[in-house]
């Protein structure tokens, strides 16, 4: 059985910088896609970042890139956001998302691409 387990959400200033943990146990990583999703007060869940299973990377357009940094470390069977200059509108709640099947590297922004889902970690950025 896969399991996610997110960490690393808090409170911090705008500006500032946070790194987001997700741990999966049950599978390796390494034939995966992973992503990193948001869920905002009052808004749809939306995409962050993903990497796929060879390692390329993609973010969300505009909202992140150049700010926020997704990595995996095949040792700690982990993947990784390191979210910097954090901004009010970051506030959200940040899922993780594990995808084995071959669509889930080729369409790593869908949400469907993804089989596998942690919790959720509460990330706030005050102004």
């Known amino acids: 059985q896969v399991e996610l387990v997110e960490s690393g959400g808090g409170l911090v200033q705008a500006g500032e910088s946070l790194t987001l943990s997700c741990a999966v146990s049950g599978r390796s990583l390494r034939s995966a896609a992973v992503g990193w999703f948001r869920q905002g007060p009052g808004a749809a869940r939306e995409f962050v970042a993903a990497i796929r299973s060879r390692g390329t990377t993609v973010y969300a357009t505009d909202s992140v890139k150049g700010r926020f940094t997704i990595s995996r470390e095949s040792a700690k069977n982990s993947v990784y956001l390191q979210m910097n200059s954090l901004k009010p509108e970051d506030t959200a709640v940040y899922y993780c998302?594990?995808?084995?099947?071959?669509?889930?590297?080729?369409?790593?922004?869908?949400?469907?691409?993804?089989?596998?889902w942690g919790r959720g970690t509460q990330v706030t950025v005050s102004s």
């Open positions: 998302a594990a995808g084995f099947r071959s669509d889930s590297s080729a369409y790593p922004t869908r949400s469907a691409s993804y089989d596998h």
